[in-house]
DNA sequence: ACCGGTCTTGACGGGTTCCTGACGGGGCCG
DNA sequence: CGGCCCCGTCAGGAACCCGTCAAGACCGGT
């Protein structure tokens, strides 16, 4: 039906909910720490996550922030705290659901249903080609010419975010929201400057920009 | 931001989330009842429901029942019960989310954004088509002849605005109002200038406008 | 402490967009 | 027939936006 990534690192949890999810007909893949947690959702391209807060490698809201950025699938959080604070944080940093241990099974498959009935119907392909160049958002690489370009944290994250919406155009200020915060929605000198690295750094002719247009007054737009 | 209706029968409550959700920027209807439940949520055309599920005549299950063949939105559940059993209903009968009374307000806020961050699945279609040119209000594109078209920002708004309605009449007054700021209501010229421009730009021939009439007095419209 | 890479910040020139006023034409009404 | 209102057109200057460059701040690793 559709596939599970559980990320728990206690043993016992980790079994009891693989076999309550399989009987529920789901696939399930599972990751025990944060780091191979990251790693099997890009592998596994799960519909779903369920994601324990306590790791114990890397803590559970970093897991949340490696995920979101090119995974659009619904995020459900599991902890042993029950802060509302905690929760707070949780679903604002990109979780869509959040339940208390300890918790009851059919509740969590009930929530689970939930969150899988609302479908993400955008087709994950986590890849994007032009004829100059490849972006693959999942393995966050991006190659020209079959030569991996080393990109900067922000500027991946402003191509991705452009690259997401292909052939839409992307307002400025979504772009600074969401790659600088909120506070910067004004500093309009921030994406003249990172998109010209970009250019410079993808375009075949960054003087005459192909992929990456700009449309002044308004924003910037990725055409493949 | 975005229009929240509200369903309980205790005034207090009702009085407390109304204040809480307006601070947070959001619009606010109320119901206390399901029958005036089901009336708002035809008429207002909120983006969420926050829905209590003891309702003095309707059950809140009932209510959910009638809401969901037509409304796709998220419905939050509010209930006194915190039953698992009762969750598992909810959720199955096709609620998003549901939490237990007492509740913390700023949990409830959390989820709130959660749900309105996975964004109501537009059912418009947001492409507008005539024999000479295309206007894609999602993706900010026209296109003629196959030909992407520029247009400044100010273009665009008018432009949008127009094809937002199409066949109907748009006022000036609105037009001035949502494009410039309420406070240029009586600059028409700039009406007339603008809408020169875009007819020079997307009708085959400008001086006899075939799309973007002129209702002499009133407005403009778009024909398609 | 040094150093390389990255991010911020400021300034400048060239191009575009916006606003504004003026002019002329056409329809409506007295 | 004449006046008035409304609309379309044009053009010029001011304001704005963009691309570019470079220097300083910041940060992590050696």
Same mark, same amino acid.
């Given at each position: 039906m559709s596939r599970v990534l559980v990320v728990d690192d206690d043993p016992q949890l980790l079994r009891a909910l693989r076999i309550t999810l399989r009987a529920a007909g789901h696939e399930v893949v599972t990751a025990a720490d944060g780091r191979t947690a990251l790693h099997e959702a890009a592998a596994a391209h799960p519909d779903v996550v369920v994601l !324990? +807060?306590?790791?114990? !490698? +890397?803590?559970g809201t970093e897991v949340l922030a490696g995920l979101r950025p090119w995974f659009s699938g619904p995020v459900l959080v599991l902890s042993a705290r029950g802060d509302s604070h905690d929760k707070v944080a949780a679903l604002d940093a990109g979780a869509d659901d959040y339940v208390s241990k300890p918790f009851d099974m059919s509740e969590l498959l009930a929530r689970l249903r939930a969150l899988l009935r609302r479908g993400?119907?955008?087709?994950?392909?986590p890849v994007v080609r032009t004829a100059h160049f490849t972006v693959d958002l999942a393995a966050r690489q991006v190659t020209a010419g079959g030569v991996p370009v080393r990109l900067t944290p922000t500027e991946w994250a402003l191509l991705s975010e452009l690259v997401r919406a292909p052939g839409r155009l992307v307002g400025q200020r979504q772009l600074l929201q969401t790659v600088?915060?909120?506070?910067?929605?004004?500093?309009?000198n921030y994406l003249r400057v990172y998109l010209a690295q970009l250019r410079r750094k993808l375009e075949p002719d960054p003087a005459a920009p192909r992929y990456l247009r700009t449309e002044p007054g308004m924003g910037y737009r990725f055409t493949p």
């Open positions: !324990d +807060l306590g790791l114990p !490698d +890397l803590d993400a119907p955008e087709v994950d392909e600088w915060g909120p506070a910067y929605e004004k500093e309009t």
